[in-house]
C-alpha cells in the first residue's frame, strides 16, 4: 500500500530526476518476492528504497527479479511521492493493468517453482585456501548454469578460506554439495570431512574433495568421508560430470 507523499521543499524539486528511467529492484529469493507482492505489489504500487529522487509523474519501468528468475518481471508505473530523509526512496503506483495481469500470472508460476520460470539453484560451498582457484570454480560453475546441464539452473556459493571457517558455514547453513580442499590452514579437508560426518550429522551432503597431493591426499580425503575425489587441476567437465552423479541432476 502506497504512503501519502511527504512534503517537499523547493531545494528538493530541484534535485529531482526528469527523466524516463528503469529501476532494478533485486530480491534475495522467491520468497521475499512472493512476500513483497503480499505485502504491497498486488495492491497496485511499492515503495522502492532508492537514493535517486524522482519528481512525482516521472514514468518508471520496475525490473523484479531475484536470482534463480529465468526472466526479470517488467512492470510499469508512475511516481506518485518521493521523500530524501530517513529511509529515501520513491512510491510507485503500477498503471499498466496487463501487466498487472501479467504479473499476477508469474507470482503464480513462482510460488508452483514453475522450472521455466524459476531455475533450481544449488547451495555450494567451496573450501578453498587460494582465492584464484576458488573464483575459477565459482565463475566456471555460473558458467555452465546454462550448458552443463539439460535444466536451467543457478549457483548459490559460500567460500571459506580455512577449514575452521567451513566447519562454522556447515553448523549454520544448509547446503546442496561441498567441494573441499585437502591442505587447508587450521583444520585440514580431512578434519572438515569428518565433522560434517560425524559432529554435524551430515552424513547425506555430497561432498567433492580435490588436492593435489596424490594418493595420500585421496587416501585421507576418501577415509574420512568424501564421496569423491579429484585431482588438482581440475577440468571443469570433471567437476560438473561428478556433481551430476552425485547429486542425480
Known sequence: MLEDPPSTGSDNKRRFTRALVTLRVEYDGADDLVGDYTDNLSHGGTFVATSRLFAPGTAIRLMLSFPGLVEPIAIDGVVRWARSEDEPGVGIEFINGHDRDRLDEVIDRVRRRDPHTVSRTLKVLVVEDNAHVAELIRSGLRGSSKRGFE???????????????????????????????????????????????????????????????????????????????????????????????LMKL
Open 151 to 245: 535444466d536451467a539452473m543457478e549457483f548459490d556459493f559460500r567460500i571459506a578460506e580455512n577449514g575452521r571457517a567451513a566447519v562454522e558455514l556447515l553448523r549454520v547453513e544448509h547446503f546442496d554439495l561441498a567441494i573441499i580442499d585437502v591442505y587447508l590452514p587450521f583444520l585440514d579437508g580431512g578434519q572438515v570431512i569428518a565433522s560434517a560426518r560425524g559432529e554435524l550429522g551430515l552424513r547425506e551432503l555430497p561432498i567433492i574433495a580435490v588436492s593435489a597431493g596424490g594418493e595420500s591426499a585421496r587416501r585421507h580425503a576418501m577415509h574420512s568421508g568424501a564421496d569423491m575425489f579429484l585431482e588438482k587441476p581440475m577440468r571443469l567437465r570433471q567437476v560438473i560430470d561428478t556433481m551430476r552423479v
